[in-house]
């Protein structure tokens, strides 16, 4: 199947040609060429920038799954605990993560439609003494960002805790202070603002954070100490992939040229437009407070009247994809992204456009 005619699915989004070039190129060996390593640390470089931070920049292969257990499994031992701070299901993934790998945890839940609220967060982490706090930026299926990072981070700090926060969707897409908000993992994915395929996985990692992993010792293909080194070291875990390398050099070096607060904008704009298009159409916000929606991912509830699936059809035969939902949203709440290259004031409307027609065929 090809690119969807209008595609507005919260990632994976459209890969722009000028990224696609990528991969007609032919490369050397990813082990042994100091070119290799040079794009490695270029792009350490620029992610750094992307972040806010000075801490180190792991760059993986595989998708951003794979760092979501990494940050699991490299940080905690036998029987140790994580406290997962969930307002959805990302944030709920954590805690499921962790008892599968033979550690404790325990969710401070919030409604989906809400975010975190860093006094009850402080409350839990003074009773429970996690190791970990996990937090969540943007949870993609609900359409929220979590704008008490800071606060959450700084409760985890005053407890001795690490602070791990998946920014797999958000960053690159709003403000996002790495080392203000004190996050000593920070995990990103290639496929959502940087607009790759789903190949990368990037993580920061604090002095703090290397201090835990060293300690924990863990072995594994997800295992971070292997990468502590990387590219000094001239050496990595495994074959590494150049061409999404390269891939992620042409993105980030034209974000960084086109200027990072200028991206955020156009993040913020699509996002209102999103908004402000569907409640014209008719459509319910499904975060409980407006300033709690995602610039990078929109969700309403599935209209009055309507199944998911037929909503979908209808949609569909008009050329426009969106996204559905899973868990106790699904059939419930359907998702508008509007991420990296479908940030898109014009995409937007033409897909905003449809919903409308859709909505007024059948009113
Ligand atoms: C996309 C995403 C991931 C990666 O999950 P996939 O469903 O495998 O793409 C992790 N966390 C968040 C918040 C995401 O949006």
Redesign the pocket.
């Known amino acids: 199947m090809k690119a969807y005619k209008i595609g507005l699915i919260p990632?994976p989004v459209y890969v722009p040609e000028f990224i696609r070039e990528a991969w007609l190129e032919d490369y050397g060996s990813a082990d042994i060429e100091e070119e290799f390593f040079n794009l490695y640390s270029q792009n350490q470089r620029l992610i750094q920038k992307l972040l806010n931070t000075k801490n180190k920049i792991v760059i993986s292969s595989g998708?951003?799954?794979s760092i979501?257990w990494a940050s699991v499994k490299n940080t905690l031992k036998h029987d140790e605990k994580l406290l997962a701070v969930a307002s959805g299901l990302?944030g709920e993934g954590f805690a499921w993560m962790a008892e599968n790998a033979g550690f404790q945890s325990k969710i401070t839940a919030f409604d989906y439609d809400d975010i975190p609220d860093p006094e009850r967060v402080r409350d839990d982490i003074k009773k429970y003494r996690p190791k970990i706090v996990t937090a969540?930026h943007?949870?993609?299926p609900s359409g929220t960002i979590n704008n008490n990072l800071k606060e959450i981070g700084r409760a985890a700090h005053e407890f001795g805790a690490l602070f791990v926060v998946?920014f797999?969707?958000s960053a690159g897409g709003c403000a996002l202070d790495v080392d203000d908000y004190g996050i000593d993992i920070g995990l990103l994915?290639s496929?959502?603002v940087l607009s790759l395929t789903?190949s990368l996985s990037i993580s920061s990692i604090s002095e703090r954070a290397w201090e835990v992993i060293k300690n924990v010792n863990y072995h594994g293909y997800e295992a971070y100490q292997y990468w502590r080194d990387v590219p000094e070291c001239k050496y990595t875990p495994y074959t590494h992939d150049w061409q999404s390398m390269k891939a992620l050099n042409l993105s980030l070096e034209k974000i960084i040229a086109g200027g990072i607060e200028n991206l955020f904008k156009k993040h913020s704009d699509a996002a209102k437009l999103c908004r402000d298009l569907g409640r014209e159409a008719g459509l319910k916000l499904f975060p409980k407070n407006e300033n709690f929606s995602s610039p990078t991912v929109t969700a309403f509830y599935v209209p009055e009247n309507w199944t998911w699936e037929n909503f979908n059809l209808a949609l569909r035969k008009k050329g426009l994809a969106v996204g559905g939902n899973y868990g106790k949203l699904e059939g419930h709440v359907f998702r508008i992204g509007h991420m990296g290259s479908q940030a898109d004031k014009d995409l937007v409307n033409s897909g905003m456009k449809i919903i409308k027609e859709v909505l007024n065929n059948n009113g």
Request: net charge negative.
């Open positions: 990632g998708e951003a799954m979501l990302f969540v943007c949870e993609t998946d797999v969707s994915g496929q959502k789903s």
